[in-house]
């Protein structure tokens, strides 16, 4: 301890460490709230639904389906499929006896998948289950780890106060209501033309949509909100649900094709065993349908809750208040993905057992 | 009177419905890594399948606490 203390590179460090976490705690929400705040910016806007990122619909009127838009999580997830797929073809390229730290690495991961289905559901149906529990973890957890990257919420489409405003009483006249303007809140931006920048410091910039109207044509401030180009992919549930589905089907999919037909379907519709057994087959059904949305709402809840953890921590503490959640956010994106994976693998496993060699 | 304290009310009720939905969970989660501790330190050679199964059940719990945090989304941002 002492030897660290006198070395002048661990001094330096721990300085500067230091001058962060106090520029930190001063100058964001935290320190805005005693006079300071000369780094933060307003609280970035938290919206569910996925935005669209671009202010025109690029299919409009399809029939049934309304508008097409392309919203900020699809991009998220399409680049995470290039990336895994890019990373698919760098470590395949020139497959070796003895492999490289790539290929080594991708093998790794492999085997840890290969072997925990192979002792879930046996060698064989293992290795029939394989592909979509590999496909599901690697699938979410680049799209998480990706999520945490910086731009993804940060850069993206300035939204003009008009166009926010315009949004906010259209939805109001569906609903046939009256807009609330006292509750649209928008960021005050810096800049003109193309770019719009939050400048440092300008933690209470904030004003409302009413504010903005009352406001002199000619003197109102470059108001609006960002729409990023880029979102975590799982925090949108079309996309958690969407997987969600595709893998319950495949797990019904899979245990009539190993069953046959009667059998499975028998075993939610049990005539043959009494009312008991009956009732008990039904609640199995039922109870199917709650995994889907357990699937669903568990890795969108926790990647979502993630992503709002994250921009609150920012705002309060800039700089250094999100460094130990980014990393509790990589341990959680890694566990839901395996978590996703695995009980993808169990739900398989159960699925196509026998129901008399059940044993219980 | 209620009618203008509708945004309060959301407020406290979504507090209230992550703050109890989390406790349930949070007991269990903690009684879970209770067990899977005690288990470790009698067959410490168990340790990778009491992990793996510690961390799928530690899910299912996880998940009623999700359940309870999506509540209180839908109260602030839909209600």
Redesign the interface.
Known sequence: MGRLLSSPKVLLIGAAALALIIAGLAGGALGGAFGGGFIGAPIAHI??AAEPITASPQIADIPFFGDFRITNTMVAAWSAIVVLAVISWLGTRRLKEVPGRLQGALEAVMEVFLN?CETVAGPERGRRFFPLVMTIFLFVVAANWMGILPGFGTIGRFESAEEVIHHAEEKAEKDGEHADLD?VKLAVFDGDGFLAVQPFGSVNEEITGAEYEEMEEGARPRAGLLVPFFRSANTDINMTLGLALVAMVMVHYWGVSVLGLFTHVGKYFNFREGPIMLFVGLLEGLSEIARVI?FT??L???I??GEVLLIVMAFLVPLVGIVPFLGLELFVGL?QA??FA??TL?FAATATIHHDSEGH | MIEGNIEVIKTIAAGLAIGLGALGPGLGIGLLAAKAMESLGRNPEAARPIQLNMIIAIAFTEAIAIYALVVAVIIIFLG
């Open positions: 919206q569910l925990a509750n357990s709402f568990r969108f809840g926790n979502f809750a566990v395996f978590i695995m009980l169990v």
